[in-house]
């Protein structure tokens, strides 16, 4: 019964298996790889037959294997090799190698669309199918002295370096019984090689180092050069326990045994009946089910067809029925109930056994855990259909939700959408730390108002969508008027508008199985829009409010600074006959021209020292994120680049555009002077309050290089009088 199951492990499946032994040089590096067994899908994946490859060297099956060679010399005892290797046909293969014993190398060759499901379960079996293969090389040359051995060769003959047998004359070590000159084994080979050619499965004895002796199992071939003999290959293994025929042929039995108790999962021979009655299974068994083999066989205990799960026989059984008069092979994937009751997924490959007359003899296959695997692809479907920063569905998974429920079976079906207000203000003022958290509460506020039903999916940056089956527009609108409760109920905990949610929200229901779904999709999106446009003035408002009060609780700015810019700009902009309207806008300005420093860092905005060159790299990027968040709000563009210049020069020193001149604005050149003007008249950590009049002397002296000499002219002017005296 091993025997035949072991039979078939070679023709499970479309997986090439080869083993090769491993031919090395006088350095004990391996050269080359000589095809010792192989099915016909490895000789398929070489394109050669396999009479042309059995017992050849892979150098000298064809030219593509030049390559491969390359990859099996990466190959040692602690290290396998994963790799991908094109074919002579062009076909492209993923190669499983591995050494399983010393001097040998197994090989797995998958096509790459099956390889990553089949390369577990075949790595394990090739590893311990050729692990009794155990066998010494020696190279001699014409008189008997060794000229190669590899490592094996070595242990059997109790040697531990080359250096030891290298050049030694082998005929001192391999003595023998059967041949005329137990003193001269090698010559007598040699001799027999130039009349016999191979000599194979011959047996002898042979001495270790220490004196002792093993019974060996040896094979000879002719080693030639250039046509002239040159020596002999001596490949040997230690068959002490093996000592006749039947002998052998037990040896076999045993090493095919523990190919099969060693693999992984469960290897298995049973009837073809619902109960798959198993008359064979591996120890594998135990690890996979819990149940000890005797347990399963013959349904002692339990049947095989017990542990899978109920919804899965039938099918299994029905599948297998399918397959009776062909030759095709059985694989599905289905879950098992283990003796602990732990769930398992298995995948299932195996065959219908038949008898000379046709008959079912019997099932045989392999059953391997997958569960990691199971794990494993459910991750990637995750990742797949979810939003990394929400949890949510995405919009992948929404637009196939959208196709399965876009049917008359879930009519009515109604839509929501929602889209942040002030999103991008939030993540212009604060950074997109801040605007990704806001999404996150948003996200968490809509799956607290949705039933199990529903698909919930963030479908853009700032938008969200609610598909709701089932769902008349009765229902939906409360849903929708929900959700702003839920809102509402949320902005009450958070004291900072900016860190409130605004959300705008439409919804629409499809009553008809005519009506087209873009339709619907069209009025949800005009109904939010025409809210977003209600809601967004007073949410921006709200927003730049909160933004002014956090940088002056962050900053050494405060509200009496920006009241103070305020009344001076008025008293400059009424000398230079400004408008009502450019008044107000000039005013506008001086509150909010530093609303960039939001995004700067609390340690570098409260530094109650001198900054480093560093933080002044930092510090000066405050322009431009005040030019980014006026630029988002309707209600400041009109300043924002003001805003962005108001820290240029006069001499084009300045930053951050390095403007000259007059081609500062002049509502920024007018608020460089004022705020200079404040600063130097406030008190900072680092320094000590300047006088009235040392600042005024002060702009004087930076006028037609730091400031607008006219606009430093007038503004001197303007608080001369002010103060109630001239210069």
């Known amino acids: 019964m091993k025997n035949q199951v072991y039979r078939n492990l070679f023709t499970i499946g479309d997986i090439g298996l080869a083993c090769f032994k491993i031919l090395y040089d006088k350095e004990g590096m391996a050269v080359d790889y000589k095809c010792i067994e192989a099915n016909d899908v490895f000789y398929k994946c070489l394109g050669v037959t396999g009479p042309k490859a059995l017992g050849r060297a892979l150098s000298e099956i064809n030219a593509d294997t030049e390559a491969l060679i390359a990859r099996f010399k990466e190959i040692t005892a602690e290290q396998s090799a994963d790799f991908y290797y094109a074919s002579i046909t062009g076909t492209r293969y993923r190669v499983t190698a591995t050494m399983p014993k010393s001097g040998f190398l197994v090989a797995l060759f998958a096509g790459q669309a099956e390889a990553d499901r089949k390369l577990t379960l075949y790595e394990e079996q090739l590893k311990v199918l050729f692990d009794v293969t155990n066998e010494g090389i020696c190279v001699v040359d014409t008189n008997g002295c060794c000229i190669l051995c590899n490592n094996r060769c070595l242990r059997l003959l109790g040697y531990s370096r080359p250096e030891e047998l290298i050049g030694k004359d082998m005929n001192k070590i391999m003595h023998h019984h059967h041949f005329g000159h137990p003193d001269h084994f090698v010559n007598d080979i040699i001799d027999r090689l130039f009349v016999d050619k191979d000599r194979e499965s011959e047996y002898e004895v042979f001495l270790r180092k220490d004196g002792t002796y093993f019974y060996a199992e040896f094979n000879s071939h002719p080693y030639y050069h250039e046509g002239e003999l040159k020596g002999a290959v001596i490949t040997f293994s230690d068959v002490t326990n093996r000592m006749n025929v039947e002998h052998e042929l037990r040896e076999s039995e045993r090493s095919k045994s523990v190919l099969l108790e060693n693999m992984p999962g469960m290897a298995y021979r049973c009837k073809f009946d619902p109960q798959r009655t198993m008359e ?18 013959y349904n002692r205990d339990i049947s095989y067809n017990d542990l899978i799960k109920p919804e899965f026989r039938a099918p299994i059984w029905e599948k297998w029925n399918k397959l009776i008069g062909t030759d095709n092979k059985f694989r599905e994937e289905y879950i098992i109930i283990t003796a602990s009751g732990e769930e398992k997924w298995v995948l299932e490959q195996g065959q219908i056994i038949y008898g000379d007359a046709g008959e079912i003899v019997a099932i045989e296959g392999l059953v391997i855990d997958i569960t990691d695997q199971k794990k494993k692809q459910k991750e990637i ?20 939700a959208r196709e399965k429920y876009d049917n008359p079976e879930y009519l009515p079906l109604s839509l929501i959408v929602g889209d942040i207000n002030g999103l991008k203000l939030l993540n212009d003022a604060l950074g997109h730390q801040e605007g990704d958290a806001l999404i996150i509460r ?28 089932k769902t008349d527009s009765i229902r939906a609108n409360a849903i929708l008027k929900r959700i702003q409760r839920a809102c509402e109920e949320y902005n009450k905990q ?7 949610i605004n959300l705008a929200l439409g919804f629409a229901t499809k009553t008809s199985e005519t009506e087209p779904y873009s339709k619907i999709r069209k009025i949800a999106e005009d109904y939010m829009y025409k809210r977003k446009l209600l809601e967004r003035k007073s949410s921006h408002s709200a927003i730049i409010s909160s933004i002014k009060s956090t940088v002056y609780a962050r900053s050494q700015e405060t509200e009496e600074h920006a009241e103070r810019m305020q009344r001076l700009s008025r008293l400059v902009g009424l000398r230079l006959n400004l408008s009502e309207v450019e008044l107000d806008e000039l005013a506008l300005l001086a509150a909010l021209h530093d609303i960039g420093k939001v995004g700067i860092d609390d340690n570098i905005l409260k530094k109650p020292g001198m900054l480093t060159a560093e933080e002044w790299i930092e510090m000066k990027k405050h322009p431009e994120i005040g030019y980014r ?21 006069w001499d084009g020193k300045g930053y951050p555009q390095g403007l000259k001149g007059k081609q500062i604005p002049l509502f920024s050149r007018i608020i460089a002077i004022i705020d200079a003007y404040d600063a130097m008249i406030e008190n900072r950590p680092y320094r000590d309050a300047m006088s009235h009049e040392e600042a005024l002397e002060e702009i004087r002296l930076n006028a037609g290089t730091q400031f607008d000499p006219e606009a430093a002219r007038i503004f001197i002017e303007v608080m001369n009088e002010e103060f109630g005296r001239k210069e």
Do not use: W
């Open 629 to 649: 968040i006026a630029m988002a709000s309707p209600e400041l563009m009109s300043i924002a680049n003001y805003i962005l210049c108001h820290h240029e020069r």
């Open 280 to 297: 064979f299974v591996s120890q594998g068994c135990y690890d996979l089910t819990g149940y000890q083999p005797e347990s399963i066989l």
């Open 381 to 400: 479907e995750y990742l797949s259909y979810h939003d990394n920063l929400t949890g949510l569905y995405n919009r992948i998974y929404f637009d196939r």
């Open 442 to 469: 948003t996200a968490n506020v809509l799956q607290s108002c949705c039933q199990k039903d529903h698909v919930l999916a963030r479908t853009g940056g700032d938008e969200f969508s609610i598909l709701m089956p």
């Open 494 to 500: 958070i004291r900072n508008e900016v860190f409130q």
